[in-house]
């Protein structure tokens, strides 16, 4: 057929395209068409390196931690005595710590304490401080009170979740081993479970095991209920009261609501004159009480709920 159509002059041009075409069309061989299967088939087998999923092994975290350098460690925090040899340790009957901005405020109006120690926190700068202790100061200090055998602590320095633990073995510990502890700090809106106003200043009190079981008329803050089923404390306020559980220690956690406001400064007073520290003089506290609700504040939103649990 393709010499019949090639004898045709007049389509002699059209045949030539045609053989060509014929010619393409003719079938491969056994051989070449087994090379080109191997060729396809081993293409398929590889790894496109670039767009391949890779195995979830390649997201442990901890195999990620292999080609990165570790993060440095932080100093330990410690103590700094004003004293070149202070009493190891020490032994106070009595241990407050001033967490909360209320609780602060009303430490730094007690008479006749002194300054006999720092916990410094190597992460946190000093500069900025005042030379005589201040509210505005970035630091714990720690105060003997004359008038009673007691120490008080003010933390005014952010204390991360990391941190807490180191700094709750500082302060409840070999150095400084009290017989009760007392721990003030605040309510805050994500931990509670329930409906909190602005307008009305509360307190609840957490307490370890050899607190609950001593005689009534020895316990701490004995007018306060107990805080709510089903709400949380963390950071530092909870690492210095399970230290105190661990140790066998009696303490008590007092959290007051609002975080700020001068209602809460009146509150705490009460319960530390009534329960704490019979016989102690605050009346200086009363002297610029009409600054307090502007240097503590007042939210304007009278209610707040918690969405915990909910």
Avoid at 244 to 269: H, T
């Amino acid at each position: 057929m393709i010499e019949k159509v090639a004898a045709d002059g007049e389509n002699f041009q059209s045949s030539s395209k045609l053989m060509v075409y014929i010619a393409h069309l003719r079938p491969i061989s056994a051989s070449a068409s087994s090379r080109l299967n191997k060729k396809k088939k081993k293409k398929e087998e590889m790894e496109d390196v670039i767009t391949e999923i890779p195995p979830p092994s390649r997201f442990f975290e901890e195999d990620l931690n292999n080609f990165t350098p570790p993060s440095p460690t932080l100093p330990s925090p410690f103590l700094l005595f004003s004293h070149p040899h202070p009493p190891q340790p020490l032994q106070p009957s009595l241990l407050i710590i001033a967490l909360s901005s209320p609780s602060l405020y009303l430490l730094h109006t007690f008479p006749k304490k002194t300054l006999i120690a720092s916990l410094i926190l190597p992460e946190i700068p000093s500069s900025g401080n005042s030379i005589q202790p201040s509210l505005t100061d970035n630091t714990i200090n720690i105060y003997s009170l004359d008038s009673h055998d007691a120490l008080l602590v003010a933390v005014q320095s952010t204390v991360s979740p990391e941190r807490s633990h180191s700094v709750a073995k500082l302060l409840i510990g070999d150095r400084i081993a009290p017989k009760r502890v007392v721990v003030l700090g605040s309510i805050r809106i994500q931990n509670y479970r329930g409906r909190l106003s602005s307008d009305e200043a509360f307190a609840y009190k957490l307490e370890t095991s050899s607190e609950r079981k001593s005689v009534i008329g020895e316990k701490l803050l004995k007018g306060l209920e107990y805080y709510p089923s089903g709400s949380v404390v963390d950071g530092l306020s909870a690492a210095l009261l399970g230290r105190c559980q661990i140790l066998n220690i009696r303490g008590v956690l007092c959290v007051s609501w609002p975080e700020f406001d001068a209602s809460v400064v009146s509150l705490i007073k009460g319960l530390l004159q009534k329960d704490v520290l019979p016989g102690l003089d605050l009346s200086s506290s009363d002297e610029r009480s009409d600054e307090l609700p502007l240097k503590f504040g007042r939210s304007k939103d009278h209610h707040f709920e918690s969405d915990l649990y909910t």
